[in-house]
């Protein structure tokens, strides 16, 4: 079974700086999708970002990037020029692409992430 | 706002009632979601359906029943639960179920409490 881990439960990080968020990932998969999604207090989760396995191309979304590192099975999240509607609750997340693979989505545990003004 | 839309917002009601949760999307997908999730912690799995059929139930109390009338919607009726259900619902919606890339688009959630 595939698992998920985001080993900060919790980071900050000052308006207008860049942070990074941590993913590991374990999986026999050769095929799969990664994502980050974010939950403000709203609730609502909302999609990051999404790299799929085979693109060695690391994902960008304006201030977003990752760093998908497929041997490592490493998926950081960066975010750049932080501002303080980026305070979040942001999860990583692995969905297989193996024909017959599992349709679940399988989530990391989340970092909670503040924004300092 | 949010593609995909969930009523109501907040629920209470008592271990002897029977309430409905409700979902809907318009954005053409052919797979709905429901996930559980408690404070704190990341969305668990309960249903999914694809193609408006039950593709996986995982392992849900029978106090949860899940309906899928039509592509666009899908209900969450709920009878005799426990105050240990009380939880943030979570519906989503993605273009299949398959072994495809497609990203989930959840809804804003049902504040559920059972007392």
């Known amino acids: 079974a595939q698992t998920v881990t985001q080993s900060q439960p919790e980071m900050s990080v000052q308006e207008a700086e860049t942070v990074t968020l941590s993913c590991t990932y374990d999986?026999?998969?050769?095929?799969?999708?990664l994502f980050w999604y974010k939950q403000p207090p709203s609730r609502q989760m909302i999609l990051v970002i999404r790299q799929e396995a085979y693109k060695q191309q690391n994902a960008t979304e304006n201030r977003f990037s990752v760093n998908f590192q497929k041997a490592a099975k490493s998926f950081s999240l960066k975010i750049s020029d932080s501002q303080l509607g980026d305070a979040a609750m942001y999860f990583c997340a692995y969905r297989s692409a193996t024909q017959g693979g599992s349709e679940k989505l399988v989530f990391g545990k989340g970092t909670k992430l503040t924004v300092n003004p | 706002d949010t593609e995909v839309t969930q009523t109501p917002k907040h629920l209470v009601m008592g271990m002897t009632n029977k309430k409905s949760l409700k979902c809907e999307q318009h954005m053409g997908h052919r797979a709905m979601y429901w996930y559980k999730q408690k404070a704190k912690k990341p969305p668990e799995l309960m249903f999914v359906y694809s193609y408006e059929k039950l593709s996986i139930n995982e392992s849900v109390p029978s106090r949860f029943s899940p309906e899928c009338p039509n592509s666009s919607l899908l209900n969450l009726h709920l009878h005799a639960l426990q105050p240990e259900d009380s939880a943030l619902y979570l519906c989503?919606?993605?273009?299949?179920?398959?072994?495809?890339?497609?990203?989930?688009?959840f809804g804003n959630g049902t504040r559920l409490t059972v007392t």
């Open positions: 999986t026999s998969e050769s095929d799969y999708y």
């Open positions: 989503a919606s993605s273009q299949d179920a398959t072994a495809s890339g497609s990203p989930l688009h």
